[in-house]
């Protein structure tokens, strides 16, 4: 047989749904007869790739390719801009919570303290950058980006302390600084002013607590972390100590002799001392903390520096307390304006002055010759 014949033959097999039994028992039986008769031989490449393609077609014939084609690029295609889309969301925007949910479950992969620790300081500093992205115009979502920032900075704060790593800890101190700049140039408004506060002082306390892992990292001996880099860290904390000190000095200056100096109180010493004296204080732990740095002993030195910062917040708030103006009660306000006036109101001829019944004292005996100057009706 000819191969034109059997590949008609084939294509006959090929368009028949359902051959009759003798019909099918012949053609096998001539196959495999030519089988017998002829030697069989290599396939070429064409022919190689024909038959690939044809095995492949069985196999996801059930399936719909098309649809799954179209699928298939369209998220190869469109996976960047709507990745690209929600990454630049802001709250209100359609795809913000897409973008929220995509964290949780980003966080959820993670599994050590290290790792959630560090997407926790990546999502706290997002918030932070879309608080910074917002029309000032929108307060409530600022007011909820700044607290979520907090919640943020304090399960990574929880980490840090959990994992006690000293690679870890240098990580999170550059993120802190950044983290300190970027709240140093951000503009607030007044419904916001409390959360930025605590987020001010949460940035602090993590800072604080990174220095305080580095140092006792070196005191235990970690490998790889050289004293010349916990050196350096403690003297850039001992620098934004003094800068927060001169400030405040330059604020005290300016303090009107008219009101009572705010007042610090010392724990070490145990006292009550002006805040001139404080920030002395506070100047005298700093210099002492710059002498054991050079002599390499950074625990205590850190002690100082923890000292100093201590006098310095508390410091701060009294100055701040000092100069916030106070605001008179209801009932304190109502005394000085009736205090403030000595006349009488103008009673025209035929009108009665008011009067409250509670503040007029009745004589004990009145008597019907009592005369009176005011037009009251008795």
């Known amino acids: 047989m000819s191969d034109h014949k059997l590949f008609n033959q084939l294509k006959e097999i090929q368009v028949t749904k359902r051959a009759p ?29 024909s038959l690939s393609w044809s095995r492949v077609r069985l196999v996801i014939s059930p399936v719909p390719i098309m649809p799954m084609l179209v699928v298939m690029l369209g998220l190869i295609f469109g996976y960047a801009p709507i990745s690209q889309a929600y990454s630049a969301s802001l709250p209100g925007n359609l795809f913000y919570p897409v973008k929220r949910t995509v964290e949780r479950v980003e966080l959820s992969l993670r599994s050590t303290p290290a790792t959630q620790g560090l997407f926790h300081l990546k999502l706290a500093e997002r918030r932070l950058n879309e608080f910074n992205n917002l029309p000032p115009s929108a307060t409530p979502a600022q007011a909820g980006l700044l607290r979520d920032y907090n919640i943020d900075l304090s399960f990574a704060q929880a980490s840090l302390q959990a994992a006690d790593d000293s690679k870890l800890a240098m ?6 600084t950044e983290l300190e700049n970027k709240l140093a140039n951000t503009k607030v408004s007044p419904n916001s002013q409390t959360s930025y506060n605590v987020a001010v002082v949460l940035t602090d306390k993590l800072s604080a607590t990174a220095l305080a892992v580095l140092v006792d990292a070196h005191q ?55 805040a001139k004296e404080a920030s002395r204080e506070a100047k005298k732990s700093l210099t002492e903390a710059m002498v054991l740095i050079q002599k390499k002993e950074f625990t ?47 009673v025209k001829p035929n009108e009665t002055a008011p009067v409250n019944p509670e503040k007029v004292e009745k004589p004990a005996e009145p008597t019907p010759s009592t005369n009176t100057n005011t037009n009251v009706k008795q």
């Open 21 to 49: 039994a003798l019909w099918r028992e012949q053609t096998r039986e001539r196959l495999l007869t030519l089988t017998e008769t002829q030697t069989s031989r290599t396939y070429n490449f064409s022919e190689v790739v």
């Open 171 to 176: 990580q999170y101190d550059e993120v802190a």
């Open 220 to 274: 235990n001996g970690q490998n790889g972390l050289l004293p010349a880099a916990v050196a350096q860290r403690l003297e850039s904390q001992i620098s934004k100590i003094q800068n927060k000190l001169n400030n405040m000095e330059n604020r005290i200056s300016e303090f009107p002799e008219s009101k009572s100096a705010p007042r610090v109180v010392l724990e070490t010493k145990q006292t009550v001392v002006p």
């Open 300 to 346: 205590l030195a850190l002690q100082k520096v923890q000292e100093s910062e201590d006098i310095t917040t508390k410091t701060e708030a009294a100055i701040t307390k000092a100069e916030t103006p106070a605001v008179a009660t209801p009932t304190e306000e109502q005394g000085k304006v009736d205090g403030a006036t000595t006349t009488t109101p103008e």
